[in-house]
C-alpha cells in the first residue's frame, strides 16, 4: 500500500504540473484574444494553487516513503479558485479575494 500511495502522489504532482503549463498557454491564448483579465486570472490560477498543490504533494511524496503519515492540520479550499491552505486560513483568499468563511474544510 505504502508503494501504491508513492505512485498516487507523484501521478498527482505530475497532474499538477502540467496543469500549471496548461494554465499558462490558456493565458496567452485569451490575451491574445483580447481578453487580458481571463488571462490575467489562468495566470494567477497558475501561479498560486498549483503551485501550492506541488508542494504538499511533494511533502506528503517525502513523508509516505519513509513510512510516515504528514502531520498537518485542517486542510481548506477555496470554493472559485481552487487556493489551497493547510491550517486556519487567511480572512480572504490571496488569488481571488473571496471571504475564507466560504472555504471548503476537509
Known amino acids: ?3 501504491m500511495t508513492e505512485k498516487a ?8 504540473s502540467m496543469a500549471h ?5 490558456f493565458q496567452e491564448i485569451a490575451e491574445k484574444a483580447g481578453f487580458p483579465n481571463i488571462g490575467r486570472l489562468f495566470k494567477a ?4 494553487a498549483e503551485k501550492i ?3 504538499l504533494y511533494k511533502k506528503a511524496k517525502k513523508r ?6 504528514l502531520d498537518i492540520p485542517e ?3 477555496c470554493p472559485v479558485c481552487g487556493y489551497t491552505h493547510a491550517g486556519d486560513p487567511r480572512n480572504t483568499c ?5 471571504s475564507s468563511k466560504k472555504f471548503k474544510k476537509f
Do not use: N, T
Not at 503549463?21 to 498557454?25: A, G
Not at 509516505?64 to 503519515?69: I, K, L, P, S
Open 64 to 69: 509516505a516513503a519513509q513510512g510516515e503519515d
Open 9 to 16: 502522489l507523484g501521478e498527482a504532482f505530475a497532474g499538477e
Open 21 to 25: 503549463m496548461k494554465y499558462l498557454m
Open 1 to 3: 500500500m505504502r508503494k
Open 53 to 55: 498543490h506541488a508542494k
Open 75 to 77: 486542510v481548506y479550499i
Open 45 to 48: 490560477i497558475s501561479y498560486e
Open 94 to 98: 490571496p488569488v481571488c479575494g473571496i
